[in-house]
């Protein structure tokens, strides 16, 4: 993943003066790339933008134009994407729906199985409970077994909350069928980005025999959800998704038959590096002998990742001076809202001048908030079409 061209500091410094601070940008040629990436890359492979991980609508739009399939795990999310078929023919309309959007969402409430039903679409479920639940508010649904999974070494562990024993499989799949419902096929999610390849090598390894199991008694399983999870380089001792994919692909080659569907669920993958934010210095003080940079973005804003996914955030200064291991803290009035005790930054910046990270796309204004009635930053999309 080259970074962008737009993200050099006089080109933020420039989009900074046109629309002032703090200020969200995201790169739409980067969104293009990685996608084009993980095709390359992972090419038998259906590929599912995790709208979850920045639901920005131009970013949906983008993915669209590119031909990428969709992971929603919400009714709004769901008409995010389909408000660019609405127009589509009855049959065109349905065919899309089946084929390219994903509710990844194992538990979903009555209402929203409700509202989607006419739309017969592809839902995970990982219990007993959700089967009933689906046969009688949306039995139109084409169904697939989410599986616990190991993932170790994961940023974000999904498997305390989702997924089937590996165990009950076979039994969750029958009582499916009992209840009228077809499934399509099994799912995993190995934890969000995983660096530990053989969390995937593990996965399939289960997937694969409960599949064969599946089959050898009757159940037509023809998919394949191998989730999220793939890994950005936020640092430099990240392993490389060009090292990982061939991993991959040889353990899909290796063990399912070539007539069945792959998917995948990325969403990190196709934004994280997709987006820069450009913050101002408000406030400085030294404490306790650090210096603490307040900023007018925060956790509760465009840094909601260092919360809810566990991100480590970076900061660059526009300029360079005596560096320091420097406190960034948000502008709200909670002591909460510190961002990092632990900027390598220069110790001499004064207040107005700017700070910019990098690699914010995704977990960032997903989960913002309007905490203190500060708005957050303002959003810049910049290379949305090709030709720009």
Not at 276 to 282: A, N
Request: net charge negative.
């Amino acid at each position: 993943m080259t970074p962008s061209p737009v993200f050099d500091k006089e080109k933020l410094t420039a989009l900074a003066a046109a629309h002032g601070t703090p200020l969200f940008i995201l790169d739409h040629e980067v969104i293009r790339r990685n996608y084009r990436l993980f095709r390359e890359h992972l090419p038998r492979v259906q590929c599912y933008y995790a709208v979850k991980a920045n639901s920005s609508q131009p970013i949906i739009e983008t993915l669209f134009a590119e031909g990428a399939s969709f992971d929603v795990a919400s009714y709004n999310e769901f008409m995010q994407v389909y408000r660019y078929i609405k127009h589509y023919e009855p049959t065109a309309k349905k065919h899309y729906v089946w084929d390219k959007i994903i509710f990844s969402n194992t538990i979903k409430d009555a209402q929203t199985l409700r509202k989607i039903k006419p739309y017969k679409p592809l839902v995970t479920y990982d219990n007993a409970d959700e089967v009933k639940k689906i046969a009688r508010h949306c039995s139109t649904a084409g169904l697939v077994l989410r599986l616990k999974v190991p993932d170790t070494s994961s940023q974000v562990e999904l498997s305390s909350k989702f997924g089937a024993e590996p165990a009950d499989a076979l039994e969750l799949i029958r009582l499916a069928g009992e209840a009228g419902l077809g499934v399509e096929g099994l799912s995993f999610h190995v934890g969000s980005q995983c660096v530990n390849a053989d969390n995937y090598v593990e996965a399939l390894a289960v997937t694969a025999e409960i599949f064969n199991a599946a089959r050898n008694r009757g159940y037509p399983l023809n998919i394949v959800d191998i989730g999220g999870g793939f890994p950005v380089p936020y640092t430099p001792e990240v392993t490389p998704f060009e090292r990982l994919a061939p991993v991959i692909s040889g353990e899909i080659e290796r063990l399912f038959p070539a007539d069945i569907e792959i998917l995948a669920e990325p969403g990190r993958f196709m934004v994280a590096t997709a987006a820069v934010v450009v913050s101002e210095i408000i406030g400085k003080a030294r404490r306790d002998g650090k210096v603490f940079y307040h900023i007018n973005d925060g956790v509760y804003h465009s840094y909601s990742g260092v919360v809810f996914d566990h991100w480590l955030p970076n900061f660059s200064a526009f300029r360079d001076g005596p560096r320091e291991i420097c406190a960034v803290v948000g502008p709200t009035c909670d002591s909460f809202d510190k961002i990092t005790l632990s900027a390598d930054l220069p110790a001499d910046l004064e207040i107005g001048e700017l700070l910019y990270t990098e690699n914010i796309g995704a977990y960032s204004i997903a989960s913002a908030t309007r905490f203190n009635g500060f708005e957050g930053a303002k959003i810049v999309h910049v290379n949305r079409h090709k030709d720009e």
